[in-house]
């Protein structure tokens, strides 16, 4: 066996070794509108390893590193070409060849580009680096940059995100959580308010999930009702008039079911994704606000291209804009939080109406001693079935109102 000579040996480990920095620590870089970077803070000077000169007037894709998938660009870049946010993990090349994991936050900006930095350390990281590895692999057996950015949607689906939204609202959230006990400090209140409303509406879903299996589990309920009036011949017309209004009713909540939670623009759907997205820009602003107090603070030196003041002004702007986007997007909140408060309404109708067939169901049982026993077993799961819908359905009107009680609170706040 060849042994390595003592510098590829040395050039192979480097290229495997991480560059560590600090948890405390902020990347910013500003580009033009072709990637060629414009400005920079010391961290990234640092980090990156290379000298001022040869950062200023390089394109950014001098720190790409050539295991990121091609498709995780082709699709950052759609997105900051049509005027969107992005957050990302970011796998990034020193000059020496180490590699170094970030979350970027990305927007456009006038003139360019804008990206505030942070180290990651939630599981939504490694979460990405195993898509990134199966995106890799694909690419490898030929997949286009835009096939490669499809997968990654669809593989973020195969995890349970309904979007890239959804993740990309999820995981900085959780970065900045990670981040902000990692270094002993509190989260903020507009950004805890937040979250209290996503966990809320993550455990709408649940509820909802377990009420839709109980509602399926009585479906079969006016069929079973029909085969025994058919065995009572005459006596058996109260049976099958129940059963028919019964029918109606579980067609109704199908219609409800149906509209509550199936398809992207359903009412739970909409409440969540508008939750998300001011989710994700209350930290985006979070994260603007602190890398600016990070250049006031820092006295680090820098060349005579790199204006603190501009740079200060940028993200300053920047942040005022994540602020006026997260009042709309407390706008969309409160009107879907109003909209899912009028459908569970009627959820709770159609619950009532389910009360009076069993009522009845259980009369009916009563009076009809030859087939009482048939009558009881549908009565006992009805009666099974309801409660756990009613009590599911009491849990989400609580947790709507965690929801409308923080979008209340975030007024006062923005």
């Known amino acids: 066996m060849t042994e390595l000579s003592p510098q590829f040996a040395a050039e192979a480990k480097t290229a495997t070794s991480e560059a560590l920095f600090q948890l405390s620590e902020m990347f910013f870089s500003r580009t033009d509108e072709r990637g060629v970077i414009l400005a920079g803070n010391e961290v990234f000077h640092r980090v990156s390893g290379y000298d001022w000169d040869e950062l200023l007037g390089a394109p950014h894709k001098i720190v790409r590193h050539p295991e990121m998938p091609r498709g995780a660009f082709e699709f950052v870049w759609a997105k900051l070409k049509a005027g969107e946010t992005v957050a990302a993990y970011i796998n990034n090349k020193r000059k020496d060849g180490r590699f170094y994991w970030v979350m970027a936050l990305m927007s456009k900006t006038e003139g360019g580009y804008l990206s505030t930095r942070i180290k990651p350390t939630s599981e939504h990281h490694q979460t990405m680096v195993q898509i990134y590895k199966e995106m890799l ?24 995100f309904s979007s890239y939204a959804a993740f990309q609202a999820t995981a900085i959230a959780a970065e900045f959580e990670m981040r902000a006990r990692g270094l002993g400090r509190p989260v903020d209140q507009l950004q805890k308010r937040f979250l209290d409303m996503s966990r809320a509406i993550e455990q709408v879903q649940v509820e909802t999930t377990e009420m839709t299996e109980a509602f399926k589990a009585i479906r079969t309920v006016p069929m079973n009702m029909r085969i025994i009036a058919s065995r009572l011949e005459n006596a058996g017309g109260p049976i099958s008039a ?173």
């Open 137 to 160: 692999d694909e690419e490898a057996k030929g997949m286009s940059p835009k096939d490669s950015a499809d997968l990654l949607l669809s593989k973020l689906q195969e995890r349970g």
């Open 242 to 414: 129940i059963s028919v209004n019964y029918s109606q009713m579980l067609e109704e909540m199908s219609t409800w079911v149906s509209t509550f939670v199936d398809g992207d623009a359903c009412v739970f759907a909409r409440i969540r994704d508008a939750i998300l997205q001011g989710q994700f820009l209350g930290f985006a602003m979070a994260l603007e606000n602190e890398m600016g107090d990070s250049f006031r603070n820092s006295g680090a030196a820098y060349p005579d291209e790199v204006v603190v003041e501009t740079e200060i002004a940028q993200l300053e702007k920047m942040r005022q804009k994540y602020l006026e986007q997260t009042a709309e997007a407390l706008s969309s909140v409160e009107n879907e939080a109003k909209r899912f408060g009028r459908s569970v309404l009627d959820m709770k109708r159609y619950v009532t109406g389910l009360s009076s067939t069993r009522m009845m169901c259980k009369i009916e049982s009563a009076s009809l001693s030859n087939s009482g026993t048939a009558l009881s077993g549908i009565v006992d799961q009805l009666d099974a079935c309801q409660n756990e819908i009613e009590q599911r359905l009491a849990r989400i009107v609580e947790l709507n109102s965690v929801i409308q009680g923080n979008t209340s609170m975030l007024r006062s706040l923005i």
